[in-house]
């Protein structure tokens, strides 16, 4: 029998400006019902949004499988599908709960992988739970040092041994179009920007409309080494949504009394300027000439239409301006 080669994935010549994020509809802080998810999911394909990131990690499983329902709608030749690699998922152990920190997602226990081997098996369970012979781009996850601890330096050298290599040859083969690794903190992009052979960064935390320590550091090495980055977390967990909201989130964590005084503020100067905060958060990392794409994350159908009418939305110079005269952003931030 012949093999039927399976379509060949597109690197985006020019990145869709804007994505979105699934880590919320994986449960990541609140459950939200398949209904839910779908009417989400739906709603961003008619607003226009064809580039989706997704992980094993979000809901073990959940995210992905809920994504690979909603694309059985959509042509695949014109959705742009992001997953990423690093662990691999088997059965818990009978009785036993193995979610962690998901509400409600699925009951498989993760196993850390960093190796060829682990990211063939990962990039298998992803491609079974989407429902897809191939995604567009892999993402290395969460190899962050102080997440890792003690485990790191063997998930290092288990990348840098053979894994890194296999998702080139991936590449190479027209598996898959670009190579991917996201990072959450400022130490770990600072000490790998550098070097890593990668396509692109997803980046999390570090550049954010509240926090451009980055801008000197491992972005300058982006730009320097013509790594292109895509901004994971645009509204920092929240805060750059509605700082003003009980309970509310940054960095995957309550927010200290210190950074929602910054959101705070920031939002009065666009609200001086009749900007919402949201609009000024989704378009001030795109303004970084490293920046390719925002993929912010939502949970029902008005969310995901909101920040695709806030990424469209016109911003004046001066609001950038006073940002900087104010000292609420970094006065060397690219602005346009």
């Given at each position: ?67 690979g329902s909603a694309m059985r709608d959509w042509p695949r030749d014109q959705t742009f599908i992001s997953t990423k690699v690093g662990r691999v998922y088997e059965p818990a152990p009978r009785g ?97 920007a550098p070097w890593i052979d990668v396509d692109f960064f997803l980046v999390a935390m570090p550049y954010t409309l509240v926090d451009q320590a980055a801008l000197h550091g491992p972005m300058a ?67 970084h000439p490293a920046v390719v794409s925002v993929i912010p994350g939502a949970v029902s159908a008005a969310q995901v239409r909101q920040n695709a009418s806030n990424v469209a939305r016109q911003i ?21």
């Open positions: 029998m012949t093999a039927i080669a399976p379509p060949a994935p597109r690197f985006p010549q020019g990145w869709p400006r804007f994505g979105m994020g699934t880590a919320s509809l994986g449960n990541i802080f609140a459950t939200y019902s398949e209904t839910v998810a779908a009417e989400t999911f739906a709603a961003a394909w008619q607003a226009g949004v064809r580039y989706f990131d997704t992980a094993p990690w979000y809901g073990h499983g959940l995210a992905e499988h809920r994504l036993q709960d193995a979610r962690v920190q998901w509400q409600n997602g699925l009951n498989f226990a993760v196993r850390y992988d960093y190796s060829a081997e682990g990211f063939a098996a990962s990039v298998a369970q992803s491609r079974l739970r989407l429902g897809q012979p191939v995604v567009d781009t892999l993402v290395i996850h969460d190899l962050d040092k102080d997440y890792h601890g003690t485990a790191f330096d063997g998930h290092m050298q288990a990348l840098t041994a053979s894994g890194l290599a296999y998702l080139h040859r991936l590449k190479a083969e027209g598996e898959i179009s670009a190579v991917g690794m996201g990072m959450n903190t400022l130490s770990d992009f600072a000490a790998i090495d982006c730009l320097r080494r013509g790594i292109k980055v895509v901004i994971g977390a645009p509204f920092a967990s929240g805060l750059l949504a509605d700082p003003s909201a009980s309970g509310v989130m940054y960095a995957y964590a309550p927010a200290s009394a210190e950074m929602i005084a910054k959101a705070l503020a920031i939002e009065a100067v666009c609200a001086r300027h009749d900007v919402p905060l949201a609009a000024a958060a989704l378009q001030f990392p795109l303004l004046p110079a001066d609001l950038w301006a006073d940002l900087k005269i104010q000292g609420l952003i970094d006065p060397l931030a690219p602005t346009g």
